[in-house]
């Protein structure tokens, strides 16, 4: 399995930036997909999931209303469209990928068995 995350870059707060992540290696339809984030000195949290099969979303309080994540199934691609960016969502983005798992464990990021290389998003003020 290969994740490869992409959109990263510098924007400024209030401003707008979508987040792909590419997904291959084999069909995802069991999986949970999901994007964490990680800022420096701080540990990885969880922003958003979503079930591949069913579309189902789950979200991080602190981006619910700003952050959209979706899928595309034809291109198996993932995307995390940010929007009301704010300086405290500066971060290292990572996509993740989990097989079959509970809603109570989507935001945990030992949950996730593949991982793709993080894009950096900076938002200035």
């Known amino acids: 399995v290969q994740l490869q995350a992409s959109g990263g870059g510098l924007v400024q707060a209030g401003g707008s930036l979508r987040l792909s992540c590419a997904a291959s290696?084999?069909?995802?339809?069991?999986?949970?997909m999901g994007w964490f984030r990680q800022a420096p000195g701080k540990e990885r949290e969880f922003v958003a999931a979503?079930?591949?099969?069913?579309?189902?979303?789950y979200y991080a309080d602190s981006v619910k209303g700003r952050f959209t994540i979706s899928r595309d199934n034809a291109k198996n691609m993932v995307y995390l469209q940010m929007s009301s960016l704010k300086p405290e969502d500066t971060a290292v983005y990572y996509c993740?990928?989990?097989?079959?798992?509970?809603?109570?464990?989507?935001?945990?990021?030992?949950?996730?068995?593949?991982w793709g290389k993080g894009t950096l998003v900076t938002v200035s003020s």
């Open positions: 993740a990928a989990a097989l079959r798992i509970i809603v109570s464990m989507m935001r945990l990021p030992s949950s996730y068995n593949y």
């Open positions: 290696g084999r069909t995802f339809s069991d999986y949970v």
């Open positions: 979503i079930r591949w099969s069913a579309g189902t979303t």
